[in-house]
């Protein structure tokens, strides 16, 4: 889960998973997120984003069950 390079090897596209400061996202969702600094957003290897949640782990979890290669972005 915490290896700094995609498995060259896989056949399934990448996701890349970064972390969001809560502050920098729209008011909708801040007001939804009480005690939340931070989330990890999942894009996909064109840049769309995924999906949004509030644990980095989670967001591994999340794009390998979708079939995915998850990567770290800083």
Do not use: C
């Not at 998973?17 to 999942?42: C, F, S, T, W």
Request: without cysteine; proline residues 7%; glycine residues 2%.
């Amino acid at each position: 889960m915490n290896s700094k390079f995609p498995n060259l090897t896989s056949t399934k596209p990448i996701a890349y998973v970064r972390p969001v400061k809560v502050a920098d996202l729209p008011d909708e969702i801040r007001e939804q997120l009480h005690g939340v600094n931070e989330m990890y957003a999942i894009h996909h290897e064109e840049g769309d984003q995924l999906a949004l949640v509030t644990n980095r782990t989670m967001a591994f979890v999340m794009a390998r069950q979708n079939d995915f290669e998850p990567v770290s972005v800083h």
